[in-house]
């Protein structure tokens, strides 16, 4: 026959057993459910996103043609290119044709120049004879007035006169119309002349402008490739692409310059300041946190979208310290100290909760929770300062006891 009392005495291991193993299962649940107050450092941020640039850096730019500027071919980002290495390339179709046409142009210029030198030539040529012939013709007439004047009637000496007198004019008129066409001759292959230059001058610009389609790089670095407005935004220079002449198309940062710039509201900019200190975070490096501190901000703020009328002050941050790490043009998120508050007592902003009574917590006391009023200070992203009603050691729930309290 068995006893009733061992049932009941083999029960309470078990009951306790089951008891410890609620407990365990719960402890971690009740951790993440309350928050305990401890005094310390309170800090008043303002976060702002943005990027890593360097301070320094050689811009290379699209050739300042006037042509269509269209990327055929562009180096990857990241490269490290030495001196001399081919960046970017741009589409020659415009320019190679139009150099086609001004080589046309200048070597018809060039063929009309050697015509109009020709004709002169026989032109003077022609007129030589003739100013030949006339000096003759005139000579001999002179020559017979002088040894026949005492032996010749009056009548045939005025009229050897007279043949002189015509010899006379037809050697000035030749040597005249000589002089006119050969001044007509010369204005005209000097026009010419200024025309092959101006020809010249266009055939040299086009030829050094379509050498410039191949941009190298002016020393060695990493390449960063630009951004140009595309639509509504922003947007890495790709293939395909078009840019204007003298465009920023890739930057080679000096790395012994890298900087943050991050972008503050018109409200979170007027509470900053040079001098003030910083910390860096990085979105491809999520461990990596960097110090810095406020060198600059903007007086002026500015639209980063055109479809968003809101502006922005750009703000730089300086580093305190380097990593080999950063590179420009990574997303950054910068945290700015406004103000700090040392030895205060803060909690979660989540924890605190209000209604007509006005606003409280619930703190743990013993096996339960009551409602405690407070009074707050400052505030941060997270947590909110406590100046009156709670003390340092007490511990407050997150959420109110009917939403999550274990028990």
């Known amino acids: 026959m068995r006893l009733p009392g061992r049932r009941w005495f083999w029960g309470i291991p078990a009951v306790l057993l089951l008891t410890a193993a609620g407990w365990r299962l719960l402890a971690p649940r009740e951790e993440a459910l309350f928050y305990d107050i401890h005094a310390g450092r309170f800090d008043i941020l303002v976060d702002a996103t943005g990027e890593v640039f360097a301070e320094k850096s050689i811009s290379v730019s699209a050739p300042p043609v006037r042509w269509r500027l269209q990327v055929i071919w562009l180096i990857k980002e990241g490269t490290v290119v030495k001196r001399g290495d081919l960046l970017v390339r741009f589409d020659p179709g415009e320019l190679q044709k139009e150099m086609s046409d001004k080589e046309a142009e200048l070597k018809g210029i060039k063929a009309e120049i050697r015509q109009k030198t020709a004709e002169l030539k026989a032109l003077e040529n022609d007129y030589a004879m003739q100013l030949l012939s006339a000096q003759l013709d005139y000579d001999m007439a002179k020559v017979q007035i002088v040894e026949d004047e005492g032996l010749i009637a009056r009548k045939d000496i005025e009229q050897a006169k007279l043949k002189l007198q015509n010899a006379k ?37 086009v ?96 639209k980063r979208s055109y479809e968003s009328p809101k502006k922005e002050f750009e703000v730089i941050l300086e580093l305190g310290r380097r990593d080999a790490r950063l590179k420009p043009g990574m997303t950054a998120r910068g945290s700015v100290t406004v103000d700090s508050f040392p030895g205060v007592l803060s909690i979660p902003i989540e924890s605190v909760k209000t209604s007509e009574e006005g606003t409280f917590v619930y703190v743990r006391r013993g096996w339960g929770t009551r409602k405690q009023a407070i009074t707050l200070g400052e505030r941060n992203t997270t947590h909110i300062r406590v100046t009156r009603g709670v003390a340092e050691g007490d511990r407050i729930l997150l959420l109110p006891p009917d939403k999550g309290d274990p028990r």
Request: proline content about 5%; charged content about 25%.
């Open 207 to 302: 030829l050094d402008s379509l050498k410039k389609m191949e941009v190298l790089a002016p020393a060695p670095g990493l390449v960063v490739i630009g951004e140009i407005w595309k639509g509504e935004e922003q947007g890495k220079i790709q293939v395909g692409d078009n840019v204007y002449p003298g465009y920023s198309v890739i930057a080679l940062p000096d790395f012994q310059t890298l900087q943050v710039r991050i972008w503050a509201s018109e409200v979170d900019a007027g509470r900053l300041k040079a001098g003030q200190p910083a910390s860096v975070a990085l979105d491809a490096f999520p461990d990596l946190k960097l110090p810095a501190r406020v060198k600059s901000v903007a007086s002026v703020g500015a």
């Open 169 to 205: 004019d037809r050697l000035d008129q030749t040597r005249q119309k000589l002089e006119a066409e050969r001044q007509s001759s010369l204005a005209q292959n000097q026009m010419l002349e200024v025309k092959e230059k101006n020809a010249q001058s266009q055939y040299d610009f």
